[in-house]
């Protein structure tokens, strides 16, 4: 579903990215794991296209993307792949129905089709009675569960996530975790998530171990 080839990336002198080359099969829950500095992150971002590759490809489904445009990136983002962060980024003015329903907006859909939508995925996370709250009402555990709503909201492909449970205790980290399995079974959605947690990735499908730019 998703192949990277030959991906290097510096940052002026310093190489954070060596030549990697890397596929990821639709419907697999992958682990990135490595010490800090190896490139974790570097790589979920080309992956994502929010960051450019000095060299290499990256492809989904046959879309090639090294040749889109800033603006078409920008579609195929919004249309393609959800992120997850390790803090939920949800906007403290808008109630949680309104923050999950923000990229289907973005993205041109009707109001009451993304505000649909959202709920949809809100109750499927055990959320449908917040719908009205804001996030300073909500736990760190329910904020996070409503940014994975939100990254879901326009049925992407993949979900992109950089150390998603970092920020929660131990129960919230586990229910998280169980989260993302019940999605790739009941949605068919295909996970890609930079960890340190070892619990999570020893329960992935894979773990792809990056050291100094490089998988080993």
Known sequence: MIQLRDIYKSYGSLSVLKGISLQIANGEVAAIVGPSGAGKTTLLQIMGTLEHADSGTVNYDGTDLAKASDHEL?????????????FHRLLPEFTLL???????????KARKQSMARAEELLKYMGLGSRLTHKPNELSGGECQRAAVARA????????????????????????????FFD???????????????E?????????IHLKDGKII
């Open 74 to 86: 920008s579609r195929f983002r919004n249309e393609n792949i959800g992120f997850v962060f390790q």
């Open 183 to 197: 999605l790739r079974r009941d949605m068919g959605i295909t996970f890609v998530i930079v960890t340190h947690d």
């Open 152 to 179: 879901l909201v326009n049925s992407p492909k993949a979900v992109l996530a950089d150390e998603p449970s970092g920020s929660l205790d131990s129960k919230n980290r586990q229910e998280l975790h169980q989260l």
């Open 98 to 108: 309104e923050n999950v329903a923000m990229p289907a907006l973005i993205g041109g």
């Open 199 to 207: 619990s999570l990735s020893a329960n992935c499908d894979r773990i």
